[in-house]
């Protein structure tokens, strides 16, 4: 593979230029040096890395998490990424749960908004505005 610029391994890893930058300042992709004279040019190795962080941020991983991850990336450290991995997986199924009790009471309140004919108070802005009362 030849070296590619910025704005090539950003192009070719589906990102845009500031989002490698932002990677870069966070210590989850390195900086190549600069000959003098020359621009930045990036390899095969940093497109993977690239790949990687943004699998793991499509799965919800936190930029903490994913350095925690990349650090563990040679291969030999798999129960440690094992247990990372069902931390956050514990974090999404609770996430989960909070958001099916959403789901739950959001369609308790439409069947109340559903069910009234003529010109009653609305119970969902009714409940919304209790909601706030109590908060």
């Known amino acids: 593979m030849k070296l590619l610029t910025i704005g090539a391994l950003a192009a070719s890893a589906g990102v845009h230029v500031e989002t490698v930058r932002f990677y870069q300042r966070k210590g989850l992709l390195p900086e190549p040096d600069r000959l003098p004279g020359s621009i930045r040019r990036y390899g095969q190795s940093d497109l993977e890395r690239l790949h990687f962080v943004k699998s793991a941020k499509g799965l919800g991983f936190s930029l903490e998490e994913i350095g925690q991850l990349l650090k563990l990336a040679d291969g030999t450290h798999c129960r440690e990424a094992a247990e990372l991995a069902s931390r956050h997986l514990a974090s999404v199924q609770a996430r989960l749960r909070e958001l099916h009790r959403i ?33």
């Open 103 to 135: 789901e739950h009471a959001l369609q308790k309140q439409l069947e109340a908004c559903n069910s009234q004919q003529g010109n009653f108070s609305c119970p969902l802005i009714d409940s919304l505005r209790e909601l706030i009362t109590v908060s």
